[in-house]
Structures are given as structure tokens and as C-alpha cells.
């Protein structure tokens, strides 16, 4: 597809995130929460979400690509493979594991459905039609991990110390630490192999957007290294 069709599709999934996390912030002090906390310490747990944090990835690699859909650098290349498979997590995890225990109301509703469904689905599909791609390779996918390994670690510690914990298979406090530790594992080992999954896709699928100039190769170093 043409760099302006890129151009349009990227800045669609960009608008989708920025209005769902503009709301879950302006409709977090309208909102009485289960137990009484400092606003701010709501906002910290809001933000302490992976949903959350899938959700401003997706938002801001899709800003950037937006303005120029063939933008490039090795920091882009972590974040862009980053955006694409921690919202593809949240969505399958969601799904499977916590659509039947998460009752949601009002503007939440519209929101759960934003950040579950609909932003994984056209994450993924934009990265298939317009990539930019090739763009992945081993030392990204190396490289990409540490961002959710940074996530883990804030989890549990902010867990240790205020006594809660953003999803019921990471609780401590109710499961254990053997079993959230089992199944951190088990969302670390989904991660890697979407991570190496796409690394193998960029290799196969054609070269995206067709129409521009600095596409490069997997072996080859970045030039734009704007991020």
C-alpha cells in the first residue's frame, strides 16, 4: 500500500489510543474507587496496568509512524515490535483469562472494548498491511524484552509494598509468589515467541510501505535514527 494510505491507517489506530487513555484519565476522578487512595496513587495504578502501557505504546509508535510511516531508528524498531506484542498479549490474555472476571461499567465499557479488542486487532492488522517493515531482527527482539522485564519487576515491588497487584494471576498476596511466578513465566514465554514469530513474519511478508525510498533490510544499520 501507498505511504499515504500508511500514513492514514497508522494516524486511525493512533487516534483510537490517545481517546481511550484521554478518557480512562479526565473519568478516573469522576469515578469512586473500591477503597479510599490519593488521586495520585490512582493514577499510579492506572498507569501500573500492561493494558495501560500497551495501549500508550501502540499510541505513540503509531504518532510517529503517522507523521512519516517509513521513520526508522534502532529505538523505533524496539518500540514498534514492543507496541505489536504486548497489545497482541493484552488482547489473547484478556480474552483468555480475564473477560469472564471483569465486570466494567459506564465509559469503561467503551474504553475495555478500545484497549481489548479493538486497538490489538487493528495493531495487528495495520502492521500486516503497512508495516513499516522489514524492520525486526534478533538484537531487536533481545532488545525488546526489557521493557516488559522493567514492567515485572515494578509490579511486584509496587505489589510488596502497597499490597496489590494490577491482575489476579500476578497476586502475591492471593495465589502466592510460586504460582505468580509460574505464570509470569508463562506470559514471558507467549511474548518471546510472538517476538520470534514476527522477527520470522518480517522475513517472508513483502516489504512495507512499497512506495518509499529507505526500507531497509534486517542486516542493515538504521539511517534515520529519529525515535
Avoid: K
Wanted: net charge neutral.
Amino acid at each position: 500500500m501507498s505511504r499515504s494510505t500508511a500514513r492514514l491507517l497508522h494516524a486511525v489506530v493512533a487516534a483510537l489510543c490517545w481517546g481511550s487513555l484521554a478518557v480512562d484519565v479526565v473519568a478516573l476522578p469522576l469515578t469512586e474507587p473500591a477503597e479510599p487512595a490519593p488521586l495520585l496513587a490512582r493514577y499510579v495504578e492506572l498507569f501500573s496496568y500492561f493494558t495501560i502501557l500497551s495501549v500508550l505504546l501502540v499510541g505513540v509508535v503509531s504518532t510517529l509512524l503517522a507523521v512519516d510511516p517509513e521513520r526508522d531508528g534502532r529505538l523505533l524498531r524496539v518500540l514498534r515490535l514492543d507496541s505489536l506484542v504486548c497489545i497482541t498479549v493484552t488482547g489473547v490474555v484478556y480474552h483468555l483469562l480475564l473477560r469472564s472476571t471483569h465486570d466494567v461499567q459506564g465509559v469503561y465499557v467503551v474504553t475495555n472494548l478500545l484497549d481489548h479488542t479493538v486497538v490489538p486487532v487493528l495493531a495487528v492488522l495495520v502492521w500486516l498491511l503497512v508495516g513499516p517493515r522489514p524492520r525486526t531482527d534478533a538484537r531487536t527482539a533481545l532488545l525488546a524484552v526489557v521493557l516488559p522485564l522493567v514492567w515485572v519487576g515494578w509490579t511486584f515491588v509496587r505489589g510488596s509494598v502497597v499490597g496489590s497487584y494490577p491482575y489476579p494471576y500476578l497476586d502475591v498476596t492471593e495465589i502466592g509468589a510460586a504460582t505468580a511466578a509460574v505464570n509470569t513465566a508463562g506470559v514471558a514465554v507467549g511474548f518471546l515467541t510472538l517476538a520470534a514469530l514476527v522477527t520470522v513474519a518480517e522475513r517472508l511478508l513483502p516489504p512495507a510501505p512499497r512506495s518509499g525510498t529507505r526500507v531497509q533490510t534486517e542486516s542493515a544499520e538504521p539511517v534515520d535514527v529519529r525515535a
